[in-house]
């Protein structure tokens, strides 16, 4: 799968190791930034990554400091699902019954032994559609 991956100043040393833990899996990452540690806005990268997410078809990566910022920034954008995972069962469930496509981290929330596990086990799950594709169909039809 291609990913995209971005963060707010917060998120970037999480986002660092998450990309590495992807690319070891053999996924493709476009990291999109940022590179320093210099206060940024999370909707500007919110906004980068879910644009890319959509155009291509891709999964999104996301963190902040609570994953909150990011993730409310995320769900603005049209036909993105994006889920924040505190752990690999709320990981896997984005993926098996929301159809997540972007899934984010809380960096001041979960350290990164969690946040690499929760990012596996949303990688090696599937959405099972059924029931779930109708809720999945309901809830983009509020947009
Ligand atoms: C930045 O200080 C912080 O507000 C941001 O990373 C995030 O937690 C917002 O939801």
Same mark, same amino acid.
């Given at each position: 799968m291609k990913w995209y991956a971005g963060s707010d100043h917060a998120g970037l040393e999480l986002r660092r190791e998450l990309v590495d833990a992807l690319r070891a899996r053999g996924e493709e990452v476009i990291d999109l930034g940022? +590179?320093?540690? +210099?206060s940024v806005d999370y909707p500007d990268y919110a906004k980068s990554v879910c644009a890319k997410v959509i155009e291509e078809g891709a999964l999104g990566l996301l963190i902040c400091g609570t994953g909150n910022g990011i993730a409310i920034s995320a769900n603005k954008v049209k036909g993105i699902r994006a889920a924040l995972a505190t752990d690999a069962f709320t990981a896997r469930m984005a993926r098996l019954?929301?159809?997540?496509n972007v899934i984010v981290f809380g960096a001041r929330v979960v350290g990164a032994g969690v946040a690499v596990d929760a990012l596996n086990a949303f990688c090696d799950a599937k959405f099972e559609g059924g029931r779930h594709q109708r809720r999945v169909d309901k809830m983009m039809a509020i947009e």
């Open positions: 940022p +590179e320093s540690t +210099e019954h929301n159809d997540a």
